[in-house]
């Protein structure tokens, strides 16, 4: 208890799976958490969970796509707390069906990248400059293991790799500065998200190709194992971690 005391972290999408179970763990650890999603019913349930447990959130409905409401939930927070000391950027869509890089659709590119990558930078950004003026502060982005293993529809490893890419570039950039930047890249996780894929538009040249480099009867992250490792990584216990990538997959993928 109060590994995060004091703290204030902006979780993004904290309305379900990682983003909620991260929330509620924050706020057990003393942090006074901001959370953000497009839906502002689930949003409010997770808060109502919060305040229940009394903890204190601001509930701020967002689409970080959009780099104004990005802007804003930031705002927000600095309004709310009076700073930022911690941004979780759990918010990401999966595409239907795992297309290859020889089927993949313009609008899964589009819709996966502005939102799981742009949408991180876009957090990024705008909390980084905070982050300066206090010379503080820990981020941590939730890529995936198909960001480091290519085990995925082309669209949606594209948009997790790249937050590898911008997690390193981020911690160099800041490096020495008080600014620490890493990323956990999980496997496939229980999680209404997953749970809601339909296997019938599943492709299976793909599939099959996914299956003979990782091990699928190993078990799954649950949210509440995800949320763990962000504990630490966000915590002053890592304070010496930054620019990392961990997988976080119970070695399926070894």
């Known amino acids: 208890m109060g590994r995060l005391q004091d703290k204030v972290a902006i979780i993004t999408g904290g309305n ?44 701020v409905v967002s689409d970080i796509s959009k780099h104004e409401d990005a802007d804003n939930l930031v705002e927000k927070a600095v309004e709310a707390y009076g700073k930022v000391d911690i941004l979780i950027n759990s918010a990401g869509v999966l595409e239907e069906g795992l297309k290859p890089i020889d089927r993949v659709e313009d609008a899964d590119m589009d819709r996966i990248l502005d939102i ?63 600014i620490r930047c890493n990323a956990i890249c999980p496997g496939t996780i229980v999680t209404p998200m997953v749970a809601g894929m339909n296997s019938s538009n ?25 949320a763990n490792i962000l504990l630490f990584l966000a915590s002053d216990e890592s304070r010496a971690i930054t620019g990392q990538a961990i997988v976080t997959d119970f070695g399926s993928t070894l």
């Open 16 to 59: 379900s799976g990682v983003g909620a179970a991260t929330a509620l763990l924050f706020a057990k650890e003393g942090a006074k958490v901001v959370i953000s999603a497009r839906r502002e019913a689930q949003l409010e349930e997770v808060a109502a969970k919060i305040r229940e447990a009394g903890g204190k959130v601001l509930a």
């Open 116 to 178: 799981n990558t742009k949408g991180t930078m876009y957090c990024m950004r705008a909390a980084t400059r905070k982050m300066a003026e206090a010379g503080t502060g820990s981020i941590v982005n939730v890529a995936s293991a198909a960001g480091v293993m290519g085990c995925g529809g082309a669209a949606y490893v594209a948009s997790k790799a790249a937050i590898v890419g911008i997690t390193r570039h981020t911690a160099l950039r800041f490096a020495g500065t008080g």
């Open 202 to 226: 599943m492709d299976m040249d793909m599939f099959g190709q996914m299956a003979k480099h990782g091990d699928l009867k190993v078990q799954p992250c649950m949210p509440e194992d995800v």
